[in-house]
């Protein structure tokens, strides 16, 4: 089903009996994206009557709903009118968080992988990675695990033929045109090339992530060395 007016590039789409997806546009794209977080902040700004959860993804976003309270029908129009007001809704500035990390050997056990995929050496494939700032398009998967774009076409790499049953905490992978981190050990078939000495996830913390959608995640290459010394302050504190 289509909207209409401001509307008309979004699509919606039923989730089942208790939600719908609004689509606004196809890929990985930052226009699409920051469309995307604008109209999360606006639902959460004014939750609509009956809606429990707002998920943000790529390129669309999951409202979840009671039947009992409200309908698609009922907020169609209610979201439409959101849309009026995005182009005066400011979202955060984005912050540039820097992630440390040690790159191949036990913390990269698939660099091979990729060099050879490339044919590139490890410090190329190091260079290349640690380059660019990457926009965190969303967090899912696992608690903070942020999908990132802007991966140099360079480095696209499958995922694993079969995944990992525990990847590390802290582990830096790339699958296909997205690279990421995991926060918590955890099933994945992401190509393993590196890994962070912060802790990315801890609840016992006042602000639980470092990082949230939005912001950017800059790779800054470390020794073995500066891994062990900084892990050691992550415990201590």
Same mark, same amino acid.
């Given at each position: 089903?289509? &909207? @209409?007016?401001?509307?008309?590039?979004a699509v919606?789409?039923?989730?089942g009996? #208790? $939600?719908f997806?609004?689509?606004?546009?196809? $890929?990985i794209?930052?226009?699409?994206?920051? +469309?995307?977080?604008?109209m999360?902040?606006?639902?959460?700004?004014?939750?609509? *009557? $009956?809606?429990?959860?707002?998920?943000? #993804?790529?390129? !669309?976003?999951?409202i979840?709903?009671?039947p009992?309270?409200?309908?698609?029908d009922?907020?169609?129009?209610?979201?439409? +009118?959101?849309?009026?007001?995005?182009?005066?809704?400011?979202?955060?500035?984005?912050?540039?968080v820097e992630?440390?990390?040690?790159y191949?050997?036990?913390?990269?056990p698939?660099?091979?992988n990729?060099?050879?995929?490339? $044919?590139?050496? @490890?410090?190329q494939?190091?260079q290349?990675? !640690?380059?660019?700032?990457? *926009?965190?398009?969303m967090?899912?998967?696992?608690?903070g695990?942020?999908?990132?774009?802007?991966?140099?076409?360079?480095l696209? #790499?499958?995922?694993?033929e079969?995944?990992?049953m525990?990847?590390?905490?802290g582990?830096?992978?790339?699958?296909?045109?997205q690279?990421g981190?995991y926060?918590? &050990? @955890?099933?994945g078939?992401w190509?393993?090339i590196g890994?962070?000495?912060?802790? *990315?996830? &801890?609840?016992?913390?006042?602000?639980?992530?470092?990082?949230? &959608?939005g912001?950017?995640?800059?790779f800054?290459p470390? !020794?073995e060395?500066?891994? @062990?010394?900084?892990?050691?302050?992550?415990?201590?504190?």
């Open positions: 089903m289509m &909207a @209409s007016g401001l509307f008309e590039k919606y789409r039923l989730a009996d #208790t $939600g997806l609004v689509e606004f546009g196809e $890929g794209d930052p226009t699409i994206n920051a +469309r995307v977080r604008a999360a902040k606006a639902l959460e700004n004014k939750k609509p *009557l $009956g809606v429990g959860e707002i998920i943000p #993804t790529y390129r !669309s976003i999951l979840i709903y009671d009992g309270e409200t309908c698609p009922a907020l169609f129009p209610v979201i439409e +009118r959101l849309e009026t007001s995005l182009k005066t809704l400011k979202l955060e500035p984005a912050r540039l992630i440390p990390v040690c191949g050997g036990d913390f990269g698939d660099m091979v990729v060099q050879k995929a490339h $044919g590139l050496t @490890s410090d494939v190091v290349i990675h !640690s380059h660019p700032e990457y *926009l965190i398009y967090v899912g998967f696992t608690p695990f942020p999908f990132l774009g802007g991966l140099d076409k360079r696209f #790499t499958p995922r694993l079969t995944p990992r525990r990847v590390p905490e582990s830096v992978g790339i699958a296909n045109n690279t981190m926060p918590i &050990a @955890s099933p078939g190509q393993l890994k962070t000495p912060l802790k *990315l996830f &801890a609840p016992d913390r006042t602000t639980p992530f470092l990082y949230k &959608a912001d950017r995640i800059k800054i470390i !020794s060395q500066q891994f @062990s010394r900084i892990a050691r302050q992550e415990e201590d504190r």
